[in-house]
């Protein structure tokens, strides 16, 4: 006789959601996207997986761009992800377009990506999970300008992919316009216009959580970062890289862009823009940005002030001559820098020069009233004579007052200490990558940013890895990826730069030299 008890065998529905919520949380981000797809019930044990706000970066140096993307793409998705933006940073011996197809390729076109190429990398290797902080190999066979850099192949052949997942958030990329036919008419009303309307749709609040931009040379950050300090409320975060090459994902069909936008106009820099959604689901905690300055210039010398001011703006240059705060005799270039390496001695050799200009302009978005910002911007100095100071860029009046600065990696490690000591208050012995706020709630660093200064690095310290120690050592264990930068773009903290209270309340930096900049994220349930 056949027998009367029958087992039915068993089904994935009948799998207990412990276990279910075990195996999804484990399968890499493709297979967990398909595991969410399954039914109802799944897609809610994945939506308990990946609750939380995720950051996952890597990098890769093998000498094939297709193997490298592989490499990077399969790391950083090896665990359950969605991303909602990616930043790709490339070795200036990987074609820049072709990485930047491949990338949003594999990452589908719903997803935003920046890719630059930074001066270079700093993050963790796919391959032997070793950190490293790795710039370009860069050697000048003629002092003809004319004459293309040398770029050693095994040197400069690498990627590094940071993709994060932001719940509670909302990201767009959207570009800085500039004229095809007047590349100096940079449309810096539009951006800010840009970047409030889609944080208000977003939102409800014209200012978003945070943005990170990138742009070229010629772009004019400068005069960029002074009007977005001043449109931006003291909350938004800004970080970015304001001297690369860049390709980014059009937010509006998920295209990929060059710097070409159309006929008229071409992007001078892109940003990412992150706004919080107001639509978020219940539950969802609050994902924070924080920025943090360590600076690598000293002052040295006596505060002067412009006398007169002859500008070059084909060049990017300004001629000046200035007299010491106080004083009405004006004083020559070379009698200028004459006094600055008195004053500095045989303490530091061959600094690099800044002067550091204290500017109050007027400022107003479109047809906005018109009101006041004052900022510290660094103008390096290429030279003197007899009659005139040069320093690179534009924009300094007379009457604007300015101090001399000089690299220095004294002040630098001095200050990565103290960056070191800052970043302690965010984290606790007992559980790593979370401390407690003063309301008693739990906030978890979860990721971080380092945009570091290209003159910076092993041969500015004289050792391996000084800027990413501090977040490494602070946050075991969490993500970070970074780049050495031609600008580094970091909104607030201007205590490297000045004494007096009253002046870092009123004075704002935003585009520094010879610093390290860090984003640091972290959630609060």
């Known amino acids: 006789m056949p027998p009367t008890n029958i087992e039915m065998p068993a089904t994935i529905d009948l799998i207990g959601e412990d ?31 990946l609750c939380r706000p995720k950051l996952s970066a890597a990098c890769s140096f093998n000498h094939s761009l297709q193997v490298a993307v592989e490499e990077v793409v399969n790391k950083v998705l090896s665990e359950p992800i969605r991303p909602h933006f990616a930043i790709a940073s490339i070795g200036p011996s990987f074609d820049l377009q072709e990485a930047h197809q491949l990338i949003t390729t594999k990452l589908g076109s719903q997803v935003p990506v920046i890719t630059n190429d ?46 994060g997942f932001l719940p509670g958030l909302k990201v767009t990329t959207i570009p800085l316009l500039k004229q095809v036919e007047d590349p100096q008419i940079v449309m810096v009303d539009k951006f800010v216009t840009d970047i409030r309307e889609f944080s208000t749709s977003v939102s409800g609040c014209k200012s978003p959580a945070a943005i990170i931009m990138f742009s070229d040379f010629q772009a004019g950050m400068k005069a960029v970062m002074e009007k977005l300090d ?6 938004t975060v800004i970080v970015g890289d304001s001297g690369c090459q860049f390709r ?10 060059d710097i070409t936008v159309n006929e008229e106009h071409v992007s001078a820099a892109v940003a990412f823009v992150f706004a919080v959604d107001r639509n978020k689901p219940p539950g969802v905690g609050e994902t924070q940005f924080h920025a943090v300055l360590s600076s690598g210039l000293s002052p040295v010398g006596p505060t002067y002030k412009a006398a007169s001011v002859r500008e070059k703006h084909g060049d990017s240059l300004t001629w000046l001559t200035a007299r010491r705060e106080g004083s009405r005799e004006n004083i020559d270039g070379e ?31 479109g047809e906005e009233k018109v009101g006041y910002i004052t900022s510290l911007a660094f103008h390096e100095v290429l030279g003197d004579n007899q009659e005139y100071l040069f320093v690179g860029d534009v924009g300094i009046k007379t009457g604007d007052t300015f101090r001399f600065y000089h690299s220095d990696s004294a002040t630098a490690l001095s200050s990565a200490a103290s960056i070191s000591n800052h970043m302690r208050s965010f ?21 971080g940013l380092l945009f ?5 690095g092993e041969s500015f310290f004289g050792q391996p890895n000084i800027d990413s120690s501090p977040f490494l050592d602070n946050f075991p264990g969490v993500t970070l990826g970074g780049t050495f930068c031609g600008g580094e773009i970091g909104r607030g903290d201007l205590t490297p730069y000045v004494k007096e209270p009253q002046e870092q309340k009123s004075v704002r930096c935003c585009l520094h030299v010879y610093s390290a900049v860090y984003l640091i994220m972290s959630y609060n349930p």
Request: proline residues 5%; glycine residues 6%.
């Open 118 to 163: 930074p001066s270079g990398i700093i993050g963790r290797d796919a391959i032997s999970d070793e950190f490293k902080e790795i710039q370009w190999e860069i050697t000048e066979e003629d002092e003809d300008t004319d004459v293309p850099p040398v770029l050693p192949e095994s040197a400069n052949r690498a990627i590094m992919l940071i993709v």
């Open 230 to 235: 001043y449109a931006m409320s003291p909350e």
């Open 335 to 365: 009698t200028v820098l004459n006094q600055v390496y008195d004053e500095l001695g045989d303490r530091i050799q061959f600094p690099t020069f800044y002067i550091g200009v204290t500017k109050k302009r007027k400022c107003s978005v």
């Open 19 to 49: 276990l279910l919520h075990n195996i999804v949380s484990r399968l890499p981000a493709t297979s967990f996207a398909s595991a969410a797809c399954v039914s109802r019930s799944w897609n809610l044990v994945c939506d308990r997986v």
């Open 427 to 447: 984290s606790q012995s007992s559980n790593q990558g979370s401390t407690s706020t003063a309301g008693g709630d739990k906030r978890e660093v979860f990721g």
């Open 248 to 257: 980014h994902t059009d937010a509006t069909n998920g295209r990929s862009r």
């Open 452 to 456: 570091t200064c290209c003159g910076r």
